[in-house]
């Protein structure tokens, strides 16, 4: 399994429930992560997670969980910035910025607070990372 470019994590769908995205490959130490947000129901909550496989435990670990749910009341997008360098941007849908390290075998998590339904997608994109992952 190569990484060509960005990775649709997690297509976008109405959910009620906590969604896992299948494992993906990242081979760059820099990404920016999307949830796009298109419709909601009432007052859904959902807390972006992205999580590593340990090999030796055979285990996934939270790498990454945003500190409060996203309670989006229309259509929203949020933003996501890894990297491997202290950066602190600003802008309307930047939600975030951390300085962490990617790993090759990744996956989202998508902790939904009730069953308040709510389309989202979700995606890994690619940041000025020259010829890696290619």
Known sequence: MAQDLDVTVLSSAARTATTTSAEFQWLDAKAFMVV?????VATPGITPQVQVYDMASGTWVPMYV????LTPT???TYLFIFTDTAFTPTGTYIQESKQVYLAPRMRVVITHADADSI???VGF???NSGALGS
């Open 119 to 121: 389309t989202y997608s």
């Open 36 to 40: 796009n947000v298109t419709a909601t």
């Open 66 to 69: 945003y500190s409060a749910p």
């Open 74 to 76: 229309s259509a929203h």
């Open 125 to 127: 994109n690619r940041v």
